[in-house]
Nanobody, 121 residues
C-alpha cells in the first residue's frame, strides 16, 4: 500500500495561484511516477500532469504554461504549482502513483482522496 495525501486546495480568485502537495508517509515515492488528475462537476476525470521517476513531465494542453509539477524526493512530496487560475480549473484534484521507471501515469496503482480547488470571485 502507498497512502497518498493531497493538501493545498482552497478558494482562490481568478488569476490567483495555489500550490498543491502530494505526500506519503511510511513509504517512498522514489519508484513511482506521480500524476495529478482532476474531476470537475459533471465532467470526466482529466489527467492534468505527470512527473516520472527520472523527472520527465507532461501536461494537459489546458494547463500548459500555467501549471508546473515538481518532486522533492527528500521530502517524499510532489507539488503542483498552479498559476493564472481560471474558473474552469475548479475541480477536485487527486494525486496518483504509477509504479516503475518508465511509468507516465497511464495506469496509476494508488490514489489519494483528493483536495478541492475552487476558482471564483
Amino acid at each position: 500500500q502507498l497512502p497518498l495525501v493531497e493538501s493545498g486546495g482552497g478558494l482562490v480568485q481568478p488569476g490567483g495561484s495555489l500550490r498543491l502537495s502530494c505526500a506519503t508517509s511510511g513509504s517512498t515515492l522514489d519508484y513511482y511516477a506521480i500524476g495529478w488528475f482532476r474531476r470537475a462537476p459533471g465532467k470526466e476525470r482529466e489527467r492534468v500532469s505527470c512527473i516520472s521517476v527520472s523527472g520527465m513531465t507532461n501536461y494537459a494542453d489546458s494547463v500548459k504554461g500555467r501549471f508546473t509539477i515538481s518532486r522533492d524526493n527528500v521530502k517524499n512530496t510532489v507539488y503542483l504549482q498552479m498559476n493564472s487560475l481560471k474558473p474552469e480549473d475548479t475541480a477536485v484534484y487527486y494525486c496518483a502513483a504509477d509504479f516503475g521507471a518508465q511509468a507516465m501515469c497511464n495506469m496509476p496503482d494508488y490514489w489519494g482522496e483528493g483536495t478541492l480547488v475552487t476558482v471564483s470571485s
